[in-house]
């Protein structure tokens, strides 16, 4: 039986290919774990409540912070019985250990005071758009796209490996 001979392009197109899709899965999971190795939360907004500043579809990047340094007007990320709010401080009440909150798009303070140990830490950073994309691979389905890809990217890796011995 004849061997077939590989074309010398093809261990190269394989190699980089598999390089490409781990990249890929490296640069789709970095804004969520490299943030959180610096003391961040990671959020993606779900309602309309701070709108236009923050719009549905963004992801916030919230940190811990001493509650008494927290100034009118920062947003700051508590928990509620829905999940996790975020919402602008109208009044930071340091006796009583409280926060008086609005939703940017409302037109009243929320009905209740948010007390210092709800709160989860002050907004730093907020991406629009980012968190759609986060909330999609961040979902089981997403994970296992994830883990696909990159799966395949490897399996070009070793393949380009495998093709080089054969030439």
Not at 14 to 22: D, P
Not at 116 to 126: M, P, S, W
Not at 128 to 151: D, E
């Amino acid at each position: 039986m004849k061997k077939r001979k590989t074309p010398k392009w093809l261990p190269g197109f394989c190699r980089v290919a598999g390089i490409m899709l781990l990249v890929v899965v490296i640069g789709l999971c970095a804004p969520i774990t490299i943030p959180r190795i610096f003391g961040y939360e990671v959020y993606d907004v779900v309602s309309g409540s701070m709108e236009p500043e923050i719009p549905v579809g963004s992801v916030l990047y919230v940190k811990a912070c001493d509650l008494q340094t927290v100034n009118e007007g920062d947003v700051i990320a508590y928990s509620d019985v829905d999940g996790v709010v975020a919402h602008r401080v109208v009044k930071n009440r340091t006796g009583l250990g409280e926060f008086v909150t609005k939703g940017d798009a409302n037109n009243v303070e929320d009905r209740k005071p948010v007390s210092y140990e709800r709160v989860v830490g002050r907004v730093e950073l907020h991406l629009p758009l980012f968190g759609m994309g986060i909330a999609l691979y961040a979902s089981p389905v997403g994970k296992v796209y994830l883990l696909m890809t990159a799966g395949c990217g490897l399996m070009l890796w070793l393949l380009a490996d495998r093709l080089e011995e054969t030439t």
